[in-house]
């Protein structure tokens, strides 16, 4: 319970943003036993029934938050939870299709055990050169990042004082992340959240500061 009570007052005593956006990442909720297993990419999962009971978490936790927008991926695994914290709010959620994860390619929607099996050395490629390598005929998650940072330059004029949510595939949360704080793309498993994890960057003119990270690690 106390763990509990620490996490509920974490949030509130956040200074409120004046000359900064707040941006609160939120990776989408943890997916179905079959989905988990698989290179799902840019695609479609569905979420678990632990999935399911993470977004009413986050129902809970975004109560005392004054969030202005909620920005989505068109993932349904994202869009769905997306539009639940957005109703909350009587509003609608904001779909942006350069929030979607990396394309993986030919291993799409393939199961992680057949990839390997077949494309062993590729495979190992992919994660020895994280986040430069690619899926055949997929792309980069720093190309991923790079859409995605293209997108944020496009908003961010318009979202300071503001707090905002962003619902977003785990590994693009976290090099989005990396990338805001001036970290190589490698090092951004470091950043790396639970499914149905949240975080939040302060980001100013000039430079952006983590604010919160992981804040239901508490009650884990």
């Given at each position: 319970?106390?763990?509990?009570?620490?996490?509920?007052?974490?949030v509130?005593?956040?200074?409120?943003?004046?000359?900064?956006?707040?941006?609160?990442?939120?990776r989408?909720?943890e997916?179905?036993?079959e989905?988990?297993?698989?290179?799902?990419?840019?695609?479609?999962?569905?979420?678990?029934?632990?999935?399911?009971?993470q977004?009413?978490?986050?129902?809970?936790?975004?109560?005392?938050?004054?969030?202005?927008?909620?920005?989505?991926?068109?993932?349904?695994?994202c869009?769905?939870?997306?539009?639940?914290?957005?109703?909350a709010?009587?509003?609608?959620?904001?779909?942006?299709?350069?929030?979607?994860?990396q394309?993986m390619?030919?291993?799409?929607?393939?199961?992680?055990?057949?990839?390997?099996?077949?494309e062993?050395?590729?495979?190992?490629?992919?994660?020895?050169?994280?986040?430069?390598?690619?899926?055949?005929?997929?792309?980069?998650?720093?190309?991923?990042?790079?859409?995605?940072?293209?997108?944020?330059?496009?908003?961010?004029?318009?979202?300071?004082?503001?707090?905002i949510?962003?619902?977003?595939?785990?590994?693009?949360?976290?090099?989005?992340?990396?990338?805001?704080?001036?970290?190589?793309?490698?090092?951004?498993?470091?950043?790396?959240?639970?499914?149905?994890?949240?975080?939040?960057?302060?980001?100013?003119?000039?430079?952006?500061?983590?604010?919160?990270?992981?804040v239901?690690?508490?009650?884990?």
């Amino acid at each position: 319970m106390e763990g509990d009570a620490g996490v509920r007052q974490d949030v509130p005593v956040l200074s409120e943003p004046t000359d900064f956006c707040r941006l609160w990442l939120f990776r989408h909720p943890e997916l179905d036993a079959e989905h988990a297993q698989r290179a799902v990419g840019d695609g479609p999962g569905d979420l678990s029934r632990r999935g399911r009971a993470q977004v009413l978490r986050w129902l809970e936790l975004c109560k005392p938050l004054p969030i202005e927008a909620v920005w989505t991926s068109p993932q349904p695994q994202c869009h769905g939870p997306a539009r639940a914290l957005a109703e909350a709010r009587q509003k609608e959620p904001l779909v942006e299709a350069r929030l979607r994860d990396q394309s993986m390619g030919r291993w799409q929607g393939r199961t992680w055990t057949d990839v390997m099996r077949e494309e062993d050395g590729a495979v190992r490629t992919f994660f020895a050169e994280f986040g430069d390598a690619k899926a055949p005929g997929g792309e980069s998650l720093g190309e991923a990042v790079e859409r995605m940072l293209l997108w944020w330059q496009e908003q961010m004029k318009a979202s300071l004082g503001k707090s905002i949510a962003l619902v977003m595939p785990g590994t693009l949360l976290s090099g989005f992340a990396a990338a805001m704080l001036g970290m190589r793309l490698t090092r951004s498993v470091t950043l790396s959240l639970p499914y149905g994890g949240v975080g939040a960057l302060d980001v100013f003119q000039n430079g952006s500061r983590v604010a919160t990270w992981n804040v239901d690690a508490l009650r884990e």
